[in-house]
Structure formats: structure tokens, C-alpha cells
């Protein structure tokens, strides 16, 4: 409001003056401009710098990005490679299915689909879900899984989730087994959901394990 | 005539002028040091990011008894060849026994180690494989 002030003023002692009645004459009048022009080159060059510093560090953002995903990549592979070696050591054709039933029950991370299937829970895709027709990998609802990560629960018990290794706690995995009976041979079927949040990244891995 | 005008270009007004400039110069200057620094250290990244990804699916298609997968700290002197900067590739394999909680199985944790100056950078991956 000052500055507005004073410039009124001023414009006004300049038109009550007589050298400078003419708005014309004083336009011509070219003391500054080299320092006006200086100072709108050094403007320039000033966003010319900002916009530099932007993409190098947007850069390095996408860089540190790339990393934490390939880390989390990993991470979650090996989740479903350790998934993959405990349903390849324990689901049997030699052990009977109720007893295999309870092995997985006892363990965390590991769930009896049937269960789930029971429950009716959002997990699950269908309600008339044929064991013998269908496969297990092609009914869990992946993406219900991972929305409800934290809060995993099947007839209102929490689900546990497993971990390779308590020195990678953001690191985890949920493996949803399906094992059955036929006339010849004990089937099993699971499903490793695997994901990894480390340092903020957030990587999903769904694997199908079969073994008869 | 008019070209011959020297109205407004004072020498107080050139020397300040010239001072400003060169500040905004030098600055710029600086920047682009530090652009080039920022551009390097992605590059540098990426690759050693690559070079332990590609290590990992190396030893996700061995068998178990390969020398690779051995229970021991795995090092090169020499650096891998291909790229501008020394990038050292080692791995560590440790054989995890089945216990109540983990199936058996390997163990192994990646580093990549490379220097920039009197810098050390390192890039660690771990991983683990069934047996």
C-alpha cells in the first residue's frame, strides 16, 4: 500500500513538473535498462537452474525407485521360493489329507482353503467351487487379499502371516492350501500370496503350487 | 546517430551488471556440476541394481551342488567387465537348516561395491532359494 502510494506520488510531482510534462520523453530516457536487463537474464538463468535441480532429483527419485522395487522383487520371490519348499517337503501323497489338514492349520501363514471356502469369505471367488475341476490358484481373490492385508481374518480369527526371516519383517507371506482325496492319490493345491513393503515400496507376488 | 546514443549505459551500470551476471553464471556452472553428479549416481545405481538382479536369476536356474551355491562368502578380485566405473560383485551362502518354523534352504545375501572418488557405495540384496 505504500509503495503504491508512493509511486502515485511520484507520478504526479512528475506531471506537475515541467521536464517531465511529456510521457513520451521520459520513456526514452534509457538510465537502468543494462541493470533491468541483467537482472531479467539472471531471472531467467535462476529458473533455468530450478528447472535443472528438479530433474536431477526426479531423476534420482526413479533411480532410488527402481531399486526398492527389484529389492522388494526379490524379497517376495524369495518368500514364495521358502513357501514353496515347506508345501513341497509337507504336502504328501503318503500322509492322509485330514492329517495333512491339521499340519497346515498348525502353521502360520498356512491356511486349509476349505476353510475359507466354508466361511463364504470375500477371499473366496465362487460358492459352488468343484476341488475336482477347478484349481485352487484360479479361485482366490488376490486383489480382496491384499486390501485387507493387515486385517486377514477367516471365520473371525486373524490370519497369521509367515515370514522367511525376522531379519526382514516387512517381508510376508500367506499360503491358502487346498488338499484332497482321489480314488488313486492325495492331491495338494496352494496358493502364495507374497508381499513386500520394504523401505516404502510395495511389491505383490501370487505363485500356484501344485504336488501330487 | 541514434546507434551512437550511449544514454543509459553507464560504466557504474556495466560493471554492476557484469558482477551479477557472473555470480549467476558461476552459479548456473555449480549446478551443472551437480546435475552431472546426480545423473552419474542414477546411472551408477541402476547399474548395480541390474548387476545383483541378474546375479539372483543366475543362481535361481543352478543346482544345488553347483559351485555358486556354495556355503561360503563368494568374491572377485577383478571387477566386472562391461562397464565405465569398477563394479565388485560378491555373494554370501549360508545353508539355512529346517527347524518347526523354516524348511531347509539357502540363504544369500548380495552386495554390489563400487567407488566414486574416495567414496564406497554398496547395494545389498538378500535372497533365498529351495533346495
Known amino acids: 500500500m505504500v509503495f503504491i502510494t508512493q509511486i502515485t506520488w511520484g ?19 534509457e538510465n537502468g535498462s543494462t541493470l533491468l536487463v541483467t537482472l531479467i537474464v539472471l531471472i531467467l538463468i535462476t529458473f533455468m537452474g530450478i ?3 528438479n530433474t536431477a532429483v526426479t531423476d534420482l527419485r526413479i533411480t532410488r525407485n527402481y531399486l526398492i522395487h527389484k529389492e522388494n522383487l526379490a524379497l517376495a520371490d524369495a518368500a514364495v521360493n521358502h513357501a514353496a519348499v515347506w508345501a513341497d517337503d509337507n504336502i504328501r501323497s503318503d500322509v492322509l489329507s485330514s492329517v495333512m489338514a491339521d499340519l497346515i492349520e498348525n502353521k502360520d501363514g498356512f491356511y486349509d482353503v476349505v476353510a475359507l471356502w466354508d466361511a463364504d469369505s470375500d477371499y473366496f471367488k465362487e460358492s459352488d467351487w468343484n476341488r475336482n475341476l477347478s484349481p485352487i490358484w484360479n479361485q482366490i481373490d488376490v486383489d480382496a487379499v491384499v486390501a485387507d492385508w493387515d486385517t486377514l481374518e477367516i ?11 525376522s531379519d526382514e519383517p516387512d517381508t ?41 | 546517430m541514434a546507434l551512437k546514443s550511449e544514454a543509459g549505459l553507464t560504466l557504474i551500470e556495466v560493471v554492476l551488471a557484469m558482477a551479477i551476471l557472473s555470480i549467476g553464471v558461476l552459479a548456473l556452472g555449480m549446478m551443472q556440476v551437480h546435475f552431472a553428479e546426480g545423473t552419474a549416481r542414477s546411472r551408477q545405481l541402476v547399474h548395480a541394481t541390474d548387476i545383483a538382479v541378474n546375479k539372483i536369476e543366475e543362481l535361481a536356474n543352478l543346482d ?21 566405473l569398477d563394479y565388485f560383485l560378491s555373494w554370501e551362502v549360508e545353508d539355512v537348516a529346517a527347524d518347526s518354523d523354516h524348511p531347509a534352504h539357502k540363504a544369500i545375501d548380495i552386495a554390489v561395491k563400487w567407488r566414486t572418488g574416495s567414496q564406497d557405495h554398496e547395494v545389498n540384496f538378500h535372497w533365498r532359494k529351495g533346495l
Open chain 1, 11 to 29: 507520478f504526479s510531482m512528475r506531471k506537475n513538473n515541467p521536464k517531465h510534462t511529456n510521457v513520451a520523453a521520459s520513456l526514452q530516457n
Open chain 1, 51 to 53: 528447472a535443472g535441480v
Open chain 1, 155 to 165: 471365520n473371525g480369527e486373524t490370519i497369521t502371516h509367515a515370514s522367511f526371516s
Open chain 1, 172 to 212: 510376508e507371506y500367506v499360503v491358502f492350501v487346498c488338499i484332497y482325496s482321489t480314488d488313486e492319490d492325495i492331491i495338494g493345491e496352494a496358493v502364495v500370496i507374497a508381499r513386500s513393503r520394504k523401505n516404502g515400496g510395495n511389491v505383490i507376488i501370487e505363485a500356484g503350487l501344485g504336488n501330487r
Open chain 2, 64 to 84: 544345488e551342488g553347483h559351485d555358486d551355491l556354495q556355503a561360503k562368502t563368494h568374491e572377485s578380485d577383478s571387477p566386472l567387465e562391461g562397464y565405465a
